[in-house]
């Protein structure tokens, strides 16, 4: 069983950056695409970044790029984001997600990831 723990959210202001961190455990971490996810007050939850178990390929939503950037470690089992230049409309729970390697499939959607962490709250202040 896939465990996936999320850290790193708190209360930022405009302007600043954070780094969330997802720690896997459980399965191979190296056989898993990988992706972040944020549900804000309100709204549905929406895909934000994706990455392959490679690493070679990354997907961002139109809203974060250039801002955000998700990597990979896979000596610590871990997926990042890195997220620059905050604006209030970032605030939400940050989710990290997880599916055993595929192709062809979409990285965008919800129901493509097998596995969830349980969230972390990104706040950023006007």
């Known amino acids: 069983q896939v465990q996936l723990v999320e850290s790193g959210g708190g209360l930022v202001q405009a302007g600043g950056s954070l780094r969330l961190s997802c720690v896997m455990s459980?399965?191979?971490?190296?056989?898993?695409?990988s992706a972040w996810f944020r549900q804000a007050p309100g709204k549905e939850r929406e895909f934000v970044t994706a990455?392959?178990?490679?690493?070679?390929?990354?997907y961002y939503a139109d809203s974060v790029k250039g801002r955000f950037t998700i990597s990979r470690d896979s000596a610590k089992n871990t997926v990042y984001l890195q997220m620059s230049s905050l604006k209030p409309e970032d605030t939400a729970v940050y989710y990290c997600?997880?599916?055993?390697?595929?192709?062809?499939?979409?990285?965008?959607?919800?129901?493509?990831?097998?596995?969830w962490g349980q969230g972390t709250q990104v706040t950023v202040s006007s």
């Open positions: 990455i392959t178990w490679s690493g070679l390929s990354t």
């Open positions: 459980g399965r191979t971490f190296s056989s898993y695409d």
């Open positions: 997600a997880s599916r055993l390697k595929r192709t062809g499939v979409s990285f965008t959607r919800e129901s493509v990831y097998d596995y």
